[in-house]
């Protein structure tokens, strides 16, 4: 593998087999020192376009574990900002040497045209690419979906998810599927690892086209409740500036009807686990009882972002897929 | 004082036999004993020099993308004998100042008549007419009038511009987006949308912008064009229309007769164009209309863009793409499974043009118009190669294709500006003559 690009790429054993690997990297946390020297004399560019520190700081941690020299390039400030293309950018950050780019980019399709015009031999992560994909995004949450179905750790070292997959459950993914490419990356993913999608939106915030999905759709969050079992229920963030596009009537109409309110939570099954990208607007699309509720894993996506991208860069930059 | 007798050639598809030319006019063969010059014609087909209605050749403003010079090479070199400039220029063609600008850079060069459209209002704002009549009047004599790239979306703007235009004979060509419906849009709005994350343009931001024009049209009894439609949608309104008695004509690029949004999931924004690339349902439809006349012409949409436009990120991406180069073998091989013959291709990419332009002197092999004429080798075995064209835009989204017929000779009123494929001299008329002696 020489990107990741999306997870529509990811066969369900490349799959499988770079969850394996951030299991192992679960286990650094362990360690006196919490390290490893695999990718030392490796420099990853974290190439952020777009304002991010969540995603930057996770790579960067995750980098840094690697004992890889990290680049932090934020277009803000940069020559970017005065007008240089995305070529003299990505060409200049190859003639120092970056190995890996991290890319984060307001518009769909740029890490694939990093990736594909030549004017970078470095391996390219997607870390989220306007409404397109977050293939690492997707990852973490099929780990945590992995470790809460198999009874392991949240999160953390341990556990017996190794291996496994998300064979005959049933994941519902709550919120603005339009906009979202934390969705887009989820549902290649999960329906790859052989998990049931269910889609639950407003009409006016799921793509034109949305029934061509592998996923199930509903408008109706209570209907969906009804008829489906979930193990799991990801709630998406709604960006603030959806609120006034008339996308719904207002955030208390929404909120209603599409939020995990206390009522929906109390509803829901024991087993189900209560995920959501972050960050949080809580008491719009989630309510703080959810949230701060043992059955969230929020936290545990968080803490599994950084394994799970040690694995990808571990990967791409090395070309070993096994075990360390 | 030159005459030239083009011997053997495959006129229209048709029949065999010779075309004679005499100070810029065809003439009968028979009265042209001795010419100063003969083309050997054997195994090429002759066509009315090809008149397209819709090309951005730039200048003025944005001579870093193309020139009228350059733009009439490509044109030239694709077969055109007349070209139309589109007004969306910087400054504007929306006065008779730029107008004749652009009409004079054109008999400069020298290589097809350029042929300004007008801006419908000023600016290109859709909230004022332009001089619309001093445009007509002009030495351009502007004829059509576009604010092409925009729509003019204000119903009653379109309204008055329809009425108004009827005063000189006037066509209003229409690019039909509906603003609100495509902000941001940076592709269809379709399957493939939904999965890139690309915001779309979706189908009806296109047919609704239509069926409003056609009913205006047919309400104030003008002449309505339709620039590149694009959607089987806009097919049935342009046919419904029709059956109505509406005046209205409609046009389709060779890039929409031949690729689909498929394209798009390379993110290479050689494939970004507005309206966009459409879905195969579509393509088909445009064919299926394109064949049994509901659309009547093909109009490029030629639309160069300086590299770093292209270079880049899909949506920091310039929309267009260039095609006067490649329009005729493109919509040759895009129509193979059409009954649609020589004479077909004639109608919709020259003789059809040159009555909605009102340009008398194009788009027919007639004794006594224009000697405008192009000689297709129908046998030519060619791969598509943007680096050799003539015009500066690279950004030409059939790059590789082979394709089975190639322009050899384009004789624009008698002269020879394209000889064995390649550039010659251009018009005479470049020394202050005029195009006919």
């Given at each position: 593998?020489?990107?990741?690009?999306?997870?529509?790429?990811?066969?369900?054993?490349?799959?499988?087999?770079?969850?394996?690997?951030?299991?192992?990297m679960t286990?650094?946390?362990?360690?006196?020192?919490?390290k490893?020297?695999?990718?030392?004399?490796?420099t990853?560019?974290?190439?952020?376009?777009?304002?991010?520190?969540?995603?930057?700081i996770?790579?960067?941690?995750?980098?840094?574990?690697?004992?890889a020299?990290?680049?932090n390039?934020?277009?803000?400030?940069?020559?970017?900002?005065?007008?240089?293309?995305?070529?003299?950018?990505?060409?200049?950050?190859?003639?120092?040497?970056?190995?890996?780019?991290?890319?984060?980019?307001?518009?769909?399709?740029?890490?694939?045209?990093?990736?594909?015009?030549?004017?970078?031999?470095?391996?390219?992560?997607?870390?989220?690419?306007?409404?397109?994909?977050?293939p690492t995004?997707?990852?973490l949450?099929?780990f945590?979906?992995?470790?809460?179905?198999?009874?392991?750790?949240?999160?953390?070292?341990?556990?017996?998810?190794?291996g496994?997959?998300?064979?005959?459950?049933?994941?519902?993914?709550?919120?603005d599927?339009?906009?979202?490419r934390?969705?887009?990356?989820?549902?290649?993913?999960?329906?790859?690892?052989?998990?049931?999608?269910?889609?639950?939106a407003?009409?006016?915030?799921?793509?034109?086209?949305?029934?061509?999905?592998?996923?199930?759709?509903?408008y109706?969050?209570?209907?969906?409740?009804?008829?489906?079992?979930?193990?799991?229920?990801?709630?998406?963030?709604?960006?603030?500036?959806?609120?006034?596009q008339?996308?719904?009537?207002?955030?208390?109409?929404?909120?209603?009807?599409w939020?995990m309110?206390?009522?929906?939570?109390?509803?829901?099954?024991?087993?189900?686990?209560?995920m959501?990208?972050?960050?949080?607007?809580r008491?719009?699309?989630?309510?703080?009882?959810a949230?701060?509720?043992?059955?969230?894993?929020i936290?545990?996506?968080?803490?599994?972002?950084?394994?799970?991208r040690?694995?990808v860069?571990?990967?791409?930059?090395?070309?070993?897929?096994?075990?360390? | 004082?030159?005459?030239?007798?083009?011997?053997?050639?495959?006129?229209l598809?048709?029949?065999?036999?010779?075309?004679?030319?005499?100070?810029?006019?065809?003439?009968?063969v028979?009265?042209?004993?001795?010419?100063?010059?003969?083309?050997?014609?054997?195994?090429?087909?002759?066509?009315?020099g090809?008149?397209?209605?819709?090309?951005?050749?730039?200048?003025?403003?944005?001579?870093d993308?193309?020139?009228?010079?350059?733009?009439?090479?490509?044109?030239?070199?694709?077969?055109?004998?007349?070209?139309?400039?589109?007004?969306?220029t910087?400054?504007?063609?929306?006065t008779?100042?730029?107008?004749e600008?652009?009409?004079h850079?054109?008999?400069?060069?020298?290589?097809?008549?350029?042929?300004?459209?007008?801006a419908?209002?000023?600016g290109?704002?859709?909230?004022?007419?332009?001089e619309?009549?001093?445009?007509?009047?002009?030495?351009?004599?502007?004829?059509?009038f576009?604010?092409?790239?925009?729509?003019?979306?204000?119903?009653?703007?379109?309204?008055?511009?329809?009425?108004?235009?009827?005063?000189?004979?006037?066509?209003?060509?229409?690019?039909?987006?509906?603003p609100?419906?495509?902000?941001?849009?940076?592709?269809?709005?379709?399957?493939v949308?939904?999965e890139?994350?690309?915001?779309?343009w979706?189908?009806?931001?296109?047919?609704?912008?239509?069926?409003?024009?056609?009913?205006?049209?047919?309400?104030?009894?003008?002449?309505?064009?339709?620039c590149?439609?694009?959607?089987?949608?806009?097919?049935?309104?342009?046919?419904?229309g029709k059956?109505?008695?509406?005046?209205?004509?409609?046009?389709?690029?060779?890039?929409?007769?031949?690729?689909?949004?498929?394209?798009?999931?390379?993110?290479d924004?050689?494939?970004?164009?507005?309206?966009?690339?459409?879905?195969?349902?579509?393509?088909?439809a445009?064919?299926?209309?394109?064949a049994?006349?509901?659309?009547?012409?093909?109009?490029?949409?030629?639309?160069?863009?300086?590299?770093?436009h292209?270079?880049?990120e899909?949506?920091a991406?310039?929309?267009g793409?260039?095609?006067?180069e490649?329009?005729?073998?493109?919509?040759?091989?895009?129509?193979?499974?059409y009954?649609?013959g020589?004479?077909?291709?004639?109608?919709?990419m020259?003789?059809?043009p040159?009555?909605?332009?009102?340009?008398?002197?194009?788009?027919s092999?007639e004794i006594?118009?224009?000697?405008n004429l192009?000689?297709?080798?129908?046998?030519?075995s060619?791969?598509?190669?943007?680096?050799?064209?003539?015009?500066?835009?690279?950004?030409?989204?059939?790059?590789g294709?082979?394709?089975?017929?190639?322009i050899?000779?384009?004789?624009?009123?008698?002269?020879?500006?394209?000889?064995?494929?390649q550039?010659?001299?251009p018009?005479?008329?470049?020394?202050?003559?005029?195009?006919?002696?």
């Open positions: 593998m020489k990107h990741l690009l999306s997870t529509a790429d990811l066969s369900r054993g490349d799959a499988i087999g770079l969850l394996d690997v951030a299991e192992e286990q650094v946390s362990t360690h006196s020192v919490k490893l020297p695999v990718l030392r004399g490796h990853v560019v974290n190439l952020f376009f777009e304002d991010s520190t969540r995603t930057r996770s790579f960067e941690a995750a980098a840094k574990r690697l004992s020299d990290v680049i390039f934020s277009a803000k400030g940069s020559s970017v900002s005065k007008g240089e293309s995305l070529q003299d950018t990505a060409q200049t950050l190859g003639a120092m040497g970056a190995d890996a780019v991290v890319v984060r980019h307001n518009g769909s399709g740029t890490p694939y045209r990093l990736a594909t015009t030549g004017w970078i031999d470095a391996g390219v992560v997607n870390a989220g690419d306007g409404t397109h994909e977050h995004q997707a990852l949450d099929s945590t979906l992995r470790r809460t179905l198999t009874g392991s750790p949240a999160s953390g070292p341990g556990g017996n998810a190794r496994t997959d998300l064979a005959s459950t049933t994941v519902a993914v709550v919120g599927i339009l906009h979202s934390v969705a887009r990356s989820n549902v290649h993913l999960l329906t790859t690892l052989g998990a049931r999608v269910v889609l639950i407003p009409p006016t915030l799921l793509p034109w086209g949305v029934e061509t999905w592998p996923a199930e759709v509903f109706d969050f209570d209907e969906a409740l009804d008829a489906h079992d979930f193990d799991a229920v990801m709630m998406l963030r709604v960006q603030f500036e959806r609120m006034h008339s996308f719904f009537p207002n955030t208390r109409e929404y909120s209603r009807l939020g309110t206390s009522a929906r939570y109390n509803r829901l099954p024991e087993h189900t686990a209560i959501h990208p972050g960050p949080m607007n008491g719009f699309e989630i309510c703080a009882q949230a701060d509720s043992p059955r969230a894993v936290l545990n996506q968080v803490e599994n972002g950084v394994a799970v040690m694995a860069l571990y990967s791409l930059l090395t070309g070993k897929e096994g075990a360390l | 004082m030159t005459s030239l007798l083009i011997r053997g050639a495959n006129i598809g048709q029949e065999v036999g010779d075309i004679a030319i005499s100070d810029g006019r065809f003439v009968d028979t009265t042209l004993t001795s010419p100063d010059e003969v083309i050997d014609a054997t195994g090429l087909i002759a066509l009315p090809l008149v397209d209605l819709h090309a951005h050749l730039r200048e003025p403003g944005r001579e993308a193309e020139t009228v010079l350059t733009g009439s090479q490509s044109a030239a070199r694709g077969g055109f004998t007349a070209v139309h400039a589109m007004a969306n910087a400054p504007v063609a929306d008779a100042g730029v107008v600008q652009v009409y850079l054109g008999r400069e060069a020298g290589y097809t008549e350029v042929v300004p459209i007008g419908v209002t000023v290109q704002k859709g909230t004022q007419l332009a619309l009549g001093a445009m007509a009047r002009s030495a351009a004599g502007v004829t059509i576009s604010d092409d790239g925009l729509c003019v979306f204000d119903p009653l703007i379109m309204r008055r511009a329809l009425e108004y235009v009827k005063t000189f004979d006037g066509v209003i060509a229409q690019h039909s987006q509906e609100r419906l495509t902000e941001g849009a940076q592709m269809n709005e379709g399957v949308s939904a890139l994350g690309l915001p779309g979706p189908a009806v931001a296109e047919e609704a912008i239509i069926a409003r024009d056609i009913l205006l049209a047919e309400h104030v009894g003008s002449r309505l064009h339709i590149h439609l694009s959607t089987k949608g806009a097919v049935d309104l342009v046919r419904w059956s109505r008695g509406v005046q209205v004509t409609a046009e389709v690029t060779p890039h929409h007769l031949m690729l689909t949004d498929e394209l798009v999931r390379s993110f924004p050689v494939y970004k164009v507005n309206p966009p690339l459409r879905t195969q349902a579509d393509v088909d445009v064919r299926a209309g394109l049994d006349g509901t659309i009547d012409i093909v109009g490029t949409d030629h639309a160069p863009h300086p590299s770093e292209k270079c880049c899909w949506t991406a310039a929309m793409m260039v095609g006067m490649t329009a005729l073998p493109i919509v040759v091989e895009a129509m193979t499974d009954d649609f020589w004479a077909d291709i004639a109608r919709v020259s003789r059809t040159a009555e909605i332009s009102g340009l008398r002197e194009q788009g092999l006594g118009t224009g000697a192009v000689l297709v080798d129908p046998e030519a060619e791969r598509i190669t943007p680096g050799a064209h003539a015009t500066m835009g690279r950004n030409n989204p059939f790059a294709i082979e394709v089975s017929s190639r050899v000779h384009t004789i624009l009123y008698g002269h020879r500006v394209v000889t064995d494929s550039l010659s001299d018009h005479p008329i470049t020394r202050g003559g005029t195009w006919i002696a």
